[in-house]
């Protein structure tokens, strides 16, 4: 089997599913999700011209007055009345100006005597302080696309849009099954020949980042029967997620297994390093991921797989790591027949690959805030050559 391109492996995952079906949620629980329809503003805003600032409206044109002061307008009341030649009207911040008046004078720089009211200081252009109606959006533009995700300033404007409720789609249900006879769960004893299993918590903080629904179903022995088994728990899940028992050794049974349980896998084998024995198929509904066991490659392969995937059945627009470019401050050297994806970090002076990257190599990969990807039969790189980050 030839090993398949990284790109070509992300683009076949996704066509395996759709994104997940839509539900309709109060803004504040749809947090860190992925709109499924295009946000379309309900009401104008500003609703009206605002003052920006406390003091006065005037018509700029009459400065610097004096003007006579015929009332007030405060947030939360309507528009007032049009304003006459020669008035002004006391207003304070986020209130209607009234028609007629084209600035706010600020009243740092008014002199108030009794009714009657003067203008200091710097001159006054018309429309200033005064935010003008729908000048932020207006009714019926579009807020947030489809796809976009909901941060905090993406709830500020669908709220200020007129949203009390969201439409995103459901959460992914990601089972986790750590495979390896030689697996303890974490903080447990290590007699000879055992290991603590660190790739399911990893996983799940990897998907600490993006909603979804973890099913942890633990620590599964190398064995046909027991694996079979665990598949079939796990494929009431959108997404499995398995470590472990990818490559070609007498001890590696997930492919069989899967197979076993009625799983079709689609691809087997990336042309990736690390992370070459990665699997990809479906199990009725769910979506299965076989990750390497190796530590560092569970880790490489969550961020360039199963955070996609994860992303893309929850409706992101765009599901694939971001990517930067940026200066080596490091040599590297010629890649070979995978594309590398090296553990660095970022150095004031550029980036700095890691000083061990084995596939098992932890410590140095917990060193790292970003992965340099590197294409295939890449020649030797200097430092000051451009290379393309993914920041973790
Ligand atoms: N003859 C070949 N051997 C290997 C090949 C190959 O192409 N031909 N590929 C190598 C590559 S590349 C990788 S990556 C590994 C991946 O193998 P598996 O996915 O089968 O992983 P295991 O053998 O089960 O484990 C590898 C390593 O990782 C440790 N491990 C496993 N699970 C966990 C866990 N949950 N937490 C922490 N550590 C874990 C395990 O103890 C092993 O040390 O295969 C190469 N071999
Ligand atoms: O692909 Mo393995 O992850 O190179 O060690």
Redesign the pocket.
Known sequence: MSLLPVAEAQARLFGLAEPLPTQTLPVGEAVGRWLAEDLVALRDQPWADLSAMDGYAVRAGEYPGPWRVTGESAAGAATPSPLAAGEALRIFTGAPVPPGADAILIQENATRDAGMLTASADPLPAGRHIRARASDFARGAILLERGSRLGAAQVALAVLGGHGRVPVRRRPRVALL???N??VPPGADTPPGM??????PMLAALLADVPCELMDLGIVADDLDAMTAAFHRAAQADIIVS???????D??LVRPAFAAAGGRLDFWKIRMR????LMAGTLGQAQFLGL????V??FVTGILFLLPLVRHLSGAAHPLPFLIDAALASPLPATGDRDDYLRAWRSAEGIVSVTSQD??ATAAMAKADCLIARPAHAPPARPGDRVTILPL
Do not use: C, F, I, Q
């Open positions: 750590s495979t390896g030689e697996l290991l603590p299993s660190s790739n399911a470590t472990g028992g990818a490559s070609v050794g001890h590696d690390p992370g070459k024995p390497p066991g190796n530590p490659s569970a596939s098992a």
